[in-house]
């Protein structure tokens, strides 16, 4: 079982920045690959950014490239998503997620262990 606590979320003028942090505990954590997902109201939960286990790859979704950085310290169990240049449809709640699978791993259904969320609001 793995625990995920994330922060950092609050509310932002567009062009501003942010940086969530997302807290491991349980298991070992440079064991899992950690992903970012949003979910704006009334909307599915979406892919933002994905990290393997050293750190080394990452992914992001093409709506946040070159603009929001996924990044882990695995002697601190914390991954992080620096988010910068904001927009207004970048409102949303923010999960962290963690899973043992291997391959792309952008999907919802790819993660085992997700987080309770952060707010981020974005205003014009």
């Known amino acids: 079982q793995v625990q995920l606590v994330e922060s950092g979320g609050g509310l932002v003028q567009a062009g501003g920045s942010l940086r969530l942090s997302c807290a491991a505990s349980?298991?070992?954590?440079?064991?899992?690959?950690m992903g970012w997902f949003r979910q704006a109201p009334g909307q599915e939960r979406e892919f933002v950014a994905r990290?393997?286990?050293?750190?080394?790859?990452?992914y992001s979704a093409d709506s946040v490239k070159g603009r929001f950085t996924i990044s882990r310290d695995n002697a601190k169990n914390t991954v992080y998503l620096q988010m910068n240049n904001l927009k207004p449809e970048d409102t949303a709640v923010y999960y962290c997620?963690?899973?043992?699978?291997?391959?792309?791993?952008?999907?919802?259904?790819?993660?085992?262990?997700w987080g309770q969320g952060t707010q981020v609001t974005v205003s014009s």
């Open positions: 997620a963690a899973t043992i699978q291997s391959g792309i791993y952008t999907q919802v259904y790819d993660y085992d262990y």
């Open positions: 349980g298991r070992t954590f440079s064991n899992y690959r």
């Open positions: 990290i393997s286990r050293s750190g080394a790859n990452t």
